[in-house]
DNA sequence: CATTCGATCGGG
DNA sequence: CCGATCGAATGA
């Protein structure tokens, strides 16, 4: 069986909310420290896009926590959050631009938190580059999204009717 | 230093 | 609906 081609870095310098849905029906790669791969097809995304952006974290600003949301796309973006799950998100976007997606589910499992744990990403890979070297990577697939759906995010009320409405959330019909 | 509150999940 | 659980952000 052929080899998967593994994304360039260039696929995340682009706009979050172009990059978040076409990141629907690839394959998110992670190793564990046994040597072990473990792969998941991306079926649920959330785009956070910029400072503008009420429910993006970046909205208060450059902080310790949100700088890595200012590097270039194609690195990772992992915090805790409610004290208990993991938040897997691949930074998006030209250096000084904070935006990243939110990789909310796979094929098999459904929620940001329970992802995080079945792949065993967890706080060690902020800030991680992508990539075979890395130990966490993204391939492309045989799976043909088809239709694309979008929708609000979820759980970002606070951020106000206008941003917790936007249809920044994507999934497809095949997951 | 104290308090608030989440890009969630699982149980009742 | 509600509790668990903790670090980042905010304010005194």
């Not at 260039?10 to 992670?30: H, I, M, R, Y």
């Not at 700088?67 to 030209?94: A, D, K, Q, R």
């Not at 130990?135 to 609000?152: A, K, Q, R």
Request: aromatic share 10%.
């Amino acid at each position: 069986m052929a080899k998967n081609k593994v994304l360039a870095k260039e696929f995340f310098f682009g706009d979050v909310k172009e990059v978040a849905p076409s990141l629907l029906g690839k394959q998110l790669c992670v190793r564990d420290d046994q040597g072990r791969v473990q792969k998941a097809i991306i079926t649920e995304t959330e785009a956070y896009d910029g400072e503008d952006d009420l429910a993006c974290h970046a909205s208060k600003g450059k902080t310790p926590r949100t700088s890595i949301m200012y590097e270039v796309g194609g690195i990772c973006y992992v915090y805790l959050c409610y004290g208990m799950h993991w938040m897997f998100n691949l930074v998006t976007g030209p250096i000084g631009y904070p935006s990243a997606v939110l990789i909310r589910g796979c094929k098999g499992i459904s929620g940001p938190g329970r992802l995080t744990r079945n792949l065993g990403i967890t706080g060690q890979m902020n800030g991680m580059s992508l990539g075979m070297d890395s130990g966490i990577w993204v391939e492309e697939t045989e799976v043909n999204p088809g239709e694309i759906f979008t929708g609000p995010r979820i759980g970002v009320e606070y951020a106000g009717p206008i941003w917790a409405n936007k249809p920044y959330r994507f999934w497809f019909s095949n997951s």
